[in-house]
Nanobody
């Protein structure tokens, strides 16, 4: 059974930073791409960033390019999302997911999701 557990969310002021973590278990972490999505109240869940199995390739939504960085630590079975220069519009519940490739994660659907972690950016 695959489990994805996010952590690191919280309340931060505009311009601040947070680092989200997603710990994966249940199947070979290094064989799968990982992704972060977010969902704001009343809006659809949208892709934020994704990273391939080796960490050599990444994808970012236009809204976060230059501010967010996705990375992974294979030894720790964990994927991270470093979020800098946060804006109020980044406020959302952030979810991680796992898929065969970055393209799979972007196009969906993926089978496994974490429970989400709330990020709130105050103005």
């Amino acid at each position: 059974q695959v489990q994805l557990v996010e952590s690191g969310g919280g309340l931060v002021q505009t311009g601040g930073s947070l680092r989200l973590s997603c710990a994966a278990s249940g199947r070979t972490f290094s064989s799968y791409a990982m992704g972060w999505f977010r969902q704001a109240p009343g809006k659809e869940r949208r892709i934020v960033a994704a990273i391939n199995w080796s960490g050599s390739s990444t994808y970012y939504a236009d809204s976060v390019k230059g501010r967010f960085t996705i990375s992974r630590d294979i030894a720790k079975n964990t994927v991270y999302l470093q979020m800098n220069s946060l804006k109020p519009e980044d406020t959302a519940v952030y979810y991680c997911t796992q898929g065969r490739t970055i393209a799979t994660i972007i196009s969906g659907p993926t089978d496994y999701w974490g429970q989400g972690t709330q990020v709130t950016v105050s103005s």
